[in-house]
């Protein structure tokens, strides 16, 4: 499954660190934090690949308020 190996791909790429582009959080980070929040729903990557990198996107205080990551 293509999304599959792109997804494990953007998994093994994402940052010890800060975010995409460093320590600036960007419109990037969006996109790859919610892509990621639904690849975890039906299970197209592990938590365990990507927790670092999800711990500080759930962490920040617009996500915890629009409830983005609610329920995972």
């Known amino acids: 499954m293509l999304a599959r190996f792109k997804l494990r791909a953007l998994s093994r790429m994402l940052p010890a660190a800060g975010y995409l582009c460093g320590e600036r959080f960007t419109v990037a980070d969006v996109l790859a934090g919610y892509s990621l929040r639904l690849a ?3 299970a197209l990557v592990e938590r365990d690949a990507i927790e670092p990198y ?4 759930v ?8 409830r983005v990551f609610t329920g995972l």
């Open 40 to 42: 975890l729903g039906v």
């Open 54 to 57: 999800f711990r500080r996107l």
């Open 59 to 66: 962490a920040r205080d617009a996500a915890r308020t629009a």
